[in-house]
């Protein structure tokens, strides 16, 4: 497969990550009050709750970049991560939760929450563009914010129809999508990922946007420029064609 095309591949298959993790963040960002309501909970047992989830996403996710770092190994740490937060979560559809109440239920969003590392997963996407197409992390990323604004709105609808159950369940179903997909179909960093471009003085003075020069076979030069827009996840013209 030619480097322009296993880029391309990449690249989708990226924005299908982040698309998994917006419609799975949808099913329970914005309706874990309404959780924590039926389960009889006080508006002070919810505002502990939901305060305790930020403040212990804050002190934790630095370590796990310093981990991920520390290992070298950003796509394990995120499958780590992953796996952990999501059994956690899925802990607060058991029956014994919802007979203990307040304390249970802290317990296990403090525990989901130290495992929440989206910052891993965004620095094996970096890794992938290069510092040379940040621009790409955009591109990528908005897919995140699509999926999770339209999700929002069809969770309401299947919360109200048809009860808070389906919450979890295709909570379970888009997480274990997402974890399939970064462990067996997303590569490592991308041996095709784009390389930096070489300095003024490494090419011998020549233009900025130069890359090459061909012999044309008649012996005449042609510089081949290449443009400043250029977009390395583009697939490359069948030249045949």
Same mark, same amino acid.
């Given at each position: 497969?030619?480097?322009?095309?296993?880029?391309? *591949? @990449?690249? =989708?298959?990226?924005?299908?990550?982040?698309?998994? !993790?917006?419609?799975?963040?949808?099913?329970?960002?914005?309706?874990?009050?309404?959780?924590?309501?039926?389960?009889?909970?006080? #508006?002070?047992? /919810?505002?502990? *709750?939901?305060? %305790?989830?930020?403040?212990? +996403?804050?002190?934790?996710?630095?370590?796990?970049?310093?981990?991920?770092?520390?290992?070298?190994?950003?796509?394990?740490?995120?499958?780590?991560?992953?796996?952990?937060?999501?059994?956690?979560?899925?802990?607060?559809?058991?029956?014994?939760?919802?007979? *203990?109440?307040?304390?249970?239920?802290?317990?296990?969003?403090?525990?989901? %929450?130290?495992?929440?590392?989206?910052?891993?997963?965004?620095?094996?996407?970096?890794?992938?563009?290069?510092? #040379? !197409?940040?621009?790409?992390?955009?591109?990528? +990323?908005?897919?995140?914010?699509?999926?999770?604004?339209?999700?929002?709105?069809?969770?309401?609808? /299947?919360?109200?129809?048809?009860?808070?159950?389906?919450?979890?369940?295709?909570?379970?179903?888009?997480?274990?999508?997402?974890?399939?997909?970064?462990?067996? /179909?997303?590569?490592?960093?991308?041996? @095709?990922?784009?390389?930096?471009?070489?300095?003024?003085?490494?090419?011998?003075?020549? &233009?900025?946007? @130069?890359?090459?020069?061909?012999?044309?076979?008649?012996? #005449?030069?042609?510089? =081949?420029? *290449?443009? &400043? &827009?250029?977009?390395?996840?583009?697939?490359?013209?069948?030249?045949?064609?």
């Amino acid at each position: 497969m030619a480097c322009a095309t296993r880029r391309h *591949v @990449c690249y =989708v298959l990226l924005c299908a990550l982040y698309a998994l !993790n917006g419609l799975g963040g949808a099913t329970w960002g914005r309706f874990g009050a309404i959780y924590y309501n039926i389960l009889g909970m006080t #508006e002070l047992e /919810i505002g502990i *709750v939901s305060a %305790s989830i930020p403040v212990v +996403r804050f002190c934790f996710s630095p370590l796990w970049g310093l981990v991920a770092d520390y290992c070298r190994n950003k796509k394990g740490v995120s499958l780590l991560t992953r796996c952990a937060s999501t059994v956690f979560l899925l802990l607060l559809a058991l029956p014994w939760i919802r007979r *203990v109440g307040f304390y249970a239920v802290l317990a296990v969003c403090i525990a989901m %929450s130290a495992f929440v590392a989206p910052g891993v997963i965004n620095a094996h996407t970096l890794d992938f563009l290069g510092p #040379e !197409n940040v621009r790409g992390f955009g591109r990528i +990323r908005v897919w995140l914010a699509i999926t999770w604004g339209l999700g929002s709105f069809v969770m309401g609808e /299947i919360t109200d129809r048809y009860g808070f159950e389906w919450n979890f369940i295709l909570f379970g179903v888009l997480q274990a999508g997402a974890v399939v997909l970064t462990a067996f /179909i997303i590569p490592g960093p991308c041996c @095709c990922s784009p390389r930096p471009r070489r300095s003024t003085a490494e090419r011998g003075g020549s &233009d900025s946007r @130069c890359a090459f020069a061909t012999n044309t076979g008649g012996g #005449e030069e042609a510089a =081949v420029r *290449v443009s &400043d &827009d250029w977009d390395p996840y583009a697939v490359a013209p069948d030249p045949s064609a």
